[in-house]
């Protein structure tokens, strides 16, 4: 085994902590060019946020809907049958006619 | 130049008007159809029953239409149940409605709320803006304009092909013109699938390619052709705008508030089945399939929303005066009749022995007149608007056997017509009225036949249903009767037997509060009811039977397998109006006073 001239241990030395610097160096360099991890999570919570709270008024607002017209429903029902008291004549009307295709006439 | 100008202008305006002017005339007299003439029509009568799901109503109208291609005309000359309340706009007997190219008109005998003439063209109907179970009934016109804006002519598809023996189908699309008035409503699209000239099946399609309405044919095969037997209609649910009267609803979402005047709903929520069954009628020599039932159900489910039967077709010849004077006469109440509607508004609810010596007079020959009246010929409507009336001349002069009489011809009519579920909610109506009158034995011997028939008539569930309603209504003790009925039936299942005990304890416990306390009891009704039960049984009969009821209810539902939702909430009920009724009991024992 041939032992090692001083001058070129310290060399080698040298060499190492340059290349562990420059590589450092490297990581760091790369770490701010690229957008941090963090931050990238931020934006895409933040479009999730946004939809999120549409879908929450969206849903808000469905509600609220349901509960505003809930009064008009038994009115809507008595709409259904009054107005099917023409369906009788309306279809009989479309079963005579040679013209009309019979097609229920929808109360 | 400028003298010339206006005088080309003038002229142009003035050609322009007399061409419209002449237009308008030339219109008027081509749809115009002269009182005079006689024009055929086709006339048929009808049973139609309507539910209210949401209001939990049941009412049956007995209408008699004159239809032809160019006018129709509809006059109802009875509705059930009479005795009580009514779930329509109106009371229907005596109605008219018709309908002709130049206009929609609507008549009342009595009631002249909704009476008017509309020239046609109708207009649009608006957004919807009735609420809490109101519907203007002259509304019904706008019915028509949506109907005929959905028509489908032969000339929009074109003729149908012969495919053959094979059985080969002819599948196509068409495209429809654009409404001119630009009604959102009118079919844009056609999908069309035809089999040897025939139609199998029609698909309406609004602009944006959602279904508005489908329609599958099913055929009768016979030697001269295949006969339409029944039509299968899918209506979806679509939106609707509803308006509110006034400013609106304010909703706040995220601290935000936002006020809407109008809002979307849901209209046929769920989508409607409509099932027309035909039948072949002879009209001028040829052959053709006239509708004999209609029957819309909500969406697939087996809940019939309301029905129509149509019967006693006939071809008559009649110009539009006769019409008119057919339908009232068929409609309006006679002279006899409105005496009777007369004494009834004057007497209502008075003892028999008020009944002054004038009025009894006319009050027996009008039974006389009635009970001999041959009912020959008569409709189910008419035959029923005649033992009413009876039934009110028996009220009115404290006629027990008259009235048990009457009352079992009424419950007759409406079995031989297949009107079972009209004999709970009539029935029991009628008791109710009878028991207002203060006649309380002959309100029992009517319970007693109406208990009868009714279990006998309608299904354990119906009769179940209908009692469940009839807490709603307060009718507690014609439902006591009614469910002791029911648990007598055979065969009945646990959770029947559990439903109908716990029905009974909720009537049972209510009438004993109204007994033990008759200065909680507020109107006319509650306080009939408290006076023929209080006739026959104390409150503490009421009580005992309550807690026999409670006891048998509570076993009954431990022995459930599975109890159902509807079960948990019946016996949470039960446990509520008991702890209620045991407090009550130690407040009185603690302050006796």
């Given at each position: 085994m041939i032992e090692k001239n001083p001058e070129d241990k310290r060399k080698y030395l040298l060499r190492l902590v340059a290349l562990l610097c420059l590589m450092s160096l490297c990581l760091n360099c790369s770490t701010s060019v690229s957008p941090p991890v963090t931050d990238s999570n931020t934006d895409g919570d933040s479009d999730d946020i946004t939809n999120v709270g549409q879908r929450a008024r969206d849903v808000a607002l469905r509600s609220a809907t349901k509960a505003a017209t809930g009064g008009f429903r038994p009115s809507l029902e008595m709409k259904e049958n009054v107005d099917f008291l023409l369906t009788p004549a309306l279809l009989m009307q479309e079963t005579l006619s040679?013209?009309?295709?019979?097609t229920y006439p929808s109360e | 130049m400028d003298c010339l100008s206006t005088y080309t202008k003038s002229v142009s305006i003035c050609t322009m008007s007399l061409v419209i002017l002449s237009i308008l005339i030339n219109n008027t007299i081509a749809n115009e159809i002269t009182v005079h003439d006689k024009i055929e029509v086709l006339q048929f009568d009808s049973i139609i029953e309507l539910n209210a799901p949401l209001c939990r109503t049941h009412v049956v109208l007995f209408a008699r239409y004159w239809v032809s291609p160019e006018l129709y005309r509809m006059a109802f000359v009875w509705a059930e149940p009479y005795a009580g309340s009514l779930n329509f706009p109106v009371f229907p007997r005596s109605l008219n409605v018709a309908s002709d190219p130049l206009a929609f008109k609507i008549e009342h005998q009595f009631q002249h709320i909704y009476d008017g003439i509309y020239p046609k063209p109708l207009g649009q109907r608006g957004p919807f803006l009735h609420k809490f179970n109101s519907y203007y009934f002259s509304d019904i016109r706008f019915a028509e304009k949506d109907a005929l804006d959905m028509r489908i002519r032969r000339s929009d598809i074109g003729p149908l092909r012969k495919t053959g023996e094979s059985g080969a189908k002819q599948i196509f699309d068409v495209n429809l013109s654009k409404p001119v008035d630009g009604?959102?409503?009118?079919?844009?699209k056609l999908s069309v699938r035809a089999t040897n000239e025939r139609l199998d099946e029609l698909r309406l399609f609004d602009a944006e390619g959602k279904l508005l309405k489908g329609i599958e044919d099913e055929y009768k095969e016979q030697k001269d052709g295949g006969q339409l037997e029944k039509q299968i209609v899918f209506l979806p649910e679509r939106p609707i705008t509803v308006g509110f009267k006034g400013k609106g609803p304010t909703i706040t979402i995220g601290g935000e508030k936002h006020q809407y005047s109008q809002l979307e709903t849901t209209h046929h929520q769920g989508g409607r089945k409509c099932i027309v069954d035909y039948q072949p009628f002879e009209i001028a020599g040829r052959k053709v399939s006239l509708p004999a039932r209609i029957t819309v159900f909500q969406g697939d489910s087996k809940r019939v929303l309301r029905s129509a039967r149509l019967y006693n077709f006939a071809n008559v010849e009649l110009s539009v005066d006769q019409l008119n004077e057919s339908a009232k006469r068929f409609s309006f109440l006679d002279d006899d009749e409105t005496t009777c509607r007369e004494m009834l508004l004057k007497y209502w609810l008075k003892d028999p022995s008020e009944v002054d010596r004038a009025d009894r007079k006319t009050m027996e020959q009008l039974q006389v007149h009635f009970t001999g009246?041959?009912?020959?010929?008569?409709t189910i409507g008419e035959q029923l608007k005649r033992v009413n009336m009876l039934m009110q001349l028996d009220w009115m002069l404290g006629n027990t056997a008259g009235l048990k009489s009457d009352f079992q011809q009424y419950m007759s009519l409406l079995t031989d017509n297949n009107l079972s579920r009209m004999v709970l909610v009539g029935g029991q109506n009628a008791i109710g009225m009878t028991s207002r009158w203060g006649q309380f034995d002959t309100a029992d011997s009517l319970l007693d036949i109406w208990l009868d028939v009714a279990a006998s008539q309608n299904d354990v569930e119906t009769v179940l249903n209908f009692a469940a309603d009839s807490i709603r209504k307060k009718d507690f003790w014609t439902s006591v009767g009614l469910m002791d009925e029911v648990m007598e039936?055979?065969?009945?299942?646990k959770s029947q037997r559990f439903v109908a005990q716990a029905i009974r304890y909720l009537c049972l416990s209510r009438l004993y509060d109204m007994l033990d306390n008759?200065?909680?009891?507020?109107?006319e009704l509650d306080a009939a009811q408290a006076g023929w039960v209080s006739s026959h049984i104390s409150a503490e009969i009421l009580r005992t039977s309550a807690g026999q009821s409670i006891t048998e209810a509570k076993q009954l539902f431990a022995g459930l397998d599975h109890p159902t939702r509807q079960h948990k909430v019946l016996r949470a009920q039960l446990e509520n109006v008991n702890s209620r009724t045991q407090n009550e009991e130690v407040n009185e024992l603690n302050d006796p006073q």
């Open positions: 040679d013209e009309i295709i019979t | 009604s959102g409503q009118k079919p844009a009246k041959s009912t020959s010929g008569m039936t055979p065969r009945l299942s008759p200065d909680g009891i507020k109107n």
